[in-house]
């Protein structure tokens, strides 16, 4: 069983560009979250994604946007970079149904910087 | 609006030393409650899962219970070793497949 993966590990940035964050959900999976964590912070939902749905997003503008796949993997686009936009940013993959309904794994996160 | 505080924020314990992290939601109409540990700048690695209609979740030396009409949750973590530092969180779902809303997290630390 593969577990979550995220891509980039590490990322700086400057104020003003556009950032892709990437994902690839545990094998089975369908349903992706996103989630920001600043430093000393729970992590902070920002959206999911069901079968290339997006059906749920957090207190997040619109400049924060995603995309799932076919193969339920998922991209987070982040444009205009803020400052406060600096955080680990995590996805976890999970799926109904069975005693683990909804668990969610998580992958390492990428840790964004803007300067 | 779902709400989660964990008390308290750190915790600093001699090696061997058995505690209780608190984790307490302000609506108790949950659907599960996951406990989570994560090391410094790392993701998060599932500890314990709760569904609603479970009382406790044990796995090894961590024991984690459920009280939903008081709207808590405490992780019991039995005879503390150094490799058990790290931050614990708490997350509650409230629905099906909706987010997990989270604290803020127990730093704990333990001290050989």
């Known amino acids: 069983e593969t577990g979550v993966t995220q891509s980039p590990t590490h990322l700086i940035k400057t104020r003003g560009q556009q950032v892709t964050l990437r994902c690839s959900s545990q094998?089975?999976?369908?349903?992706v979250s996103w989630y920001q964590q600043a430093l000393g912070q729970g992590p902070q939902f920002i959206f999911q994604?069901?079968?290339?749905?997006?059906?749920g997003r957090g207190n997040f503008p619109p400049r924060f946007s995603g995309l799932q796949f076919p193969n339920y993997s998922s991209e987070l686009n982040v444009n205009a970079l803020e400052l406060d936009d600096s955080a680990l940013y995590l996805c976890?993959?999970?799926?109904?149904?069975?005693?683990?309904?909804?668990?969610?794994?998580f992958g390492p996160g990428t840790r964004l910087t803007v300067t | 609006k779902q709400e989660v505080t964990q008390i308290p924020a750190a915790l600093s314990v001699p090696e061997g030393e058995n505690l209780v992290l608190n984790c307490s939601f302000t609506?108790?109409?949950?659907?599960?409650l996951q406990w989570f540990r994560q090391d410094p700048g790392k993701g998060l690695t599932s500890l314990l899962l709760?569904?609603?209609?479970?009382r406790e979740q044990t796995s090894g030396r961590l024991n984690a219970s459920l009280d939903k009409s008081s709207g808590r949750s405490t992780l019991y973590i039995a005879a503390s070793q150094p490799g058990d530092s790290a931050t614990y969180l708490c997350?509650?779902?409230?629905?099906?497949?909706?987010?997990?809303?989270f604290g803020k997290g127990t730093r704990l630390s333990v001290i050989a």
């Open positions: 976890a993959s999970s799926s109904p149904g069975g005693l683990s309904s909804y668990e969610q794994y």
């Open positions: 094998s089975g999976h369908n349903t």
């Open positions: 994604y069901y079968r290339e749905e997006e059906n």
């Open positions: 609506d108790s109409a949950i659907y599960n």
């Open positions: 709760i569904q609603s209609s479970q």
């Open positions: 997350a509650v779902r409230n629905s099906g497949n909706t987010p997990l809303v």
